[in-house]
T-cell receptor, first 113, second 112 residues
Framework: DTGVSQDPRHKITKRGQNVTFRCDPISEHNRLYWYRQTLGQGPEFLTYFQNEAQLEKSRLLSDRFSAERPKGSFSTLEIQRTEQGDSAMYLC???????????FGPGTRLTVT | AQSVSQHNHHVILSEAASLELGCNYSYGGTVNLFWYVQYPGQHLQLLLKYFSGDPLVKGIKGFEAEFIKSKFSFNLRKPSVQWSDTAEYFCAVTPNTGKLIFGQGTTLQVKP
């Protein structure tokens, strides 16, 4: 399967714990995006990379959130000191160029108890 | 701020009925426009897209959308829906910055 993959698919954590999610984009895509989706809403942009460079971060991305794409391939999204409000589906997408179709992964559903 | 508004949050139709889902965006410059669909238990996938040219674009599964620049609209249509079209539909724009700005989505329920 050459689609976008995300790991884990589900994560339950206690408030205050740190969590890390991984995204593997389609191999030839140089752009990688992170979005967050809560129930009844459309996905909201968090950040994106072109190769290893993080080009834009949303104001939604507080200082507890950090994302990396060290070698321009897979990416990680870390949330430190999780809060209940962080509970959401975290989506990763990739594309080959700006403005082009983005291919989405299945998402990681985070539940903070 | 750039935003996308979808007028219908929940639509219920019988099979063979016609569908039109409204989408308006607020951005004065050039945009690329998309409709994504999320079937139950599946991830988001592209239904159709508009970059330039003919404002009437055709997508998969018999869907089409019309871009009306003067109205900042990109409405989705299908002449005759099927039960398998039951899903959540998202309109999105990317104003040449790469990121997608999504509407809040419309849940379509098609009754057999």
């Amino acid at each position: 399967d050459t689609g976008v993959s995300q790991d884990p698919r589900h994560k339950i954590t206690k408030r205050g714990q740190n969590v890390t999610f991984r995204c593997d984009p389609i191999s030839e895509h140089n752009r990688l995006y992170w979005y967050r989706q809560t129930l009844g809403q459309g996905p909201e942009f968090l950040t994106y990379f072109q190769n290893e460079a993080q080009l834009e971060k949303s104001r939604l991305l507080s200082d507890r959130f950090s994302a990396e794409r060290p070698k321009g391939s897979f990416s990680t999204l870390e949330i430190q000191r999780t809060e209940q409000g962080d509970s959401a589906m975290y989506l990763c997408a990739s594309s080959s160029s700006m403005g082009d179709e983005q291919y989405f992964g299945p998402g990681t559903r985070l539940t903070v108890t | 701020a750039q935003s996308v508004s979808q007028h219908n949050h929940h639509v219920i139709l019988s099979e063979a009925a016609s569908l039109e889902l409204g989408c308006n965006y607020s951005y004065g410059g050039t945009v690329n426009l998309f409709w994504y669909v999320q079937y139950p238990g599946q991830h988001l996938q592209l239904l159709l897209k508009y970059f330039s040219g003919d404002p009437l674009v055709k997508g998969i599964k018999g869907f089409e959308a019309e871009f009306i620049k003067s109205k900042f609209s990109f409405n989705l249509r299908k002449p005759s829906v099927q039960w398998s079209d039951t899903a959540e539909y998202f309109c999105a724009v990317t104003p040449n910055t790469g990121k997608l700005i999504f509407g809040q989505g419309t849940t379509l329920q098609v009754k057999p």
